[in-house]
């Protein structure tokens, strides 16, 4: 579990880079109202910025939302499992999560090459910026997703053999 924990540090560290991207979008946000309504000329470049922040904390943020068992679950039956019977219910539903994430995530990478190769731009303003940085944080934000979901999978098999699932 000490390996687990080292490792669970990334997930940590993606967290506390999606917090700091907050001030960022926040700033750009508040220019954006203020050069509208005040001096009435409105910037190009904040919408697209705003939503790849706004993905970028979305992304950076996923893996540590699973950590801290705070996605979504059924907790009317979920909650009402005794403990072993829960990790074993855990173990069976990340076997069919697991490769799904991994091939989103291998999926996203050719997507973010793709872009990278042909200088694709966003084409969703005059600002038009390489569209592959973006995407990049996608690719990342999914690997660690995919790291922190391994690291939930390895919890609860050790929780099921040792016999010790209170934690789960």
């Known amino acids: ?26 700033l750009s946000m508040v220019y954006e109202v203020l050069s509208r309504y005040l001096l009435a ?27 801290v068992r705070q996605h979504v679950t ?5 909650g009402a499992l005794p403990p072993r019977l829960k990790a ?8 069919f999560f697991i490769p799904c994430v991994a091939w989103l995530t291998y999926a996203l990478w050719g997507y973010m090459v793709r872009a990278y190769v042909g200088a694709e731009g966003s084409g ?3 600002w038009n ?4 940085p973006y ?8 690997a660690i997703f995919l790291l922190q979901t391994l690291i939930e999978f390895t919890k609860n098999w050790i929780a099921l053999i040792a016999n010790d699932a209170t934690d789960i």
């Not at 000329?41 to 950590?67: C, D, S, V």
């Not at 074993?88 to 076997?95: D, E, K, P, R, T």
């Not at 995407?135 to 999914?142: D, E, K, N, Q, Y």
């Open 74 to 78: 059924v907790d009317v039956l979920h």
């Open 88 to 95: 074993a219910v855990n173990i069976v539903g990340y076997c």
């Open 124 to 126: 969703q303003s005059a």
């Open 129 to 132: 910026p390489q569209i592959w």
């Open 1 to 26: 579990m000490h390996f687990l924990r080292k490792l669970e540090v990334v997930t940590d560290i993606a967290a506390f880079i999606g917090i700091l991207i907050v001030v960022p979008l926040i």
């Open 135 to 142: 995407r990049a944080i996608l690719v990342i934000g999914f």
């Open 41 to 67: 000329a409105p910037t190009f470049w904040a919408y697209e910025l705003g939503y790849m922040m706004m993905g970028a904390i979305f992304m950076f943020g996923m893996a540590y939302a699973l950590k």
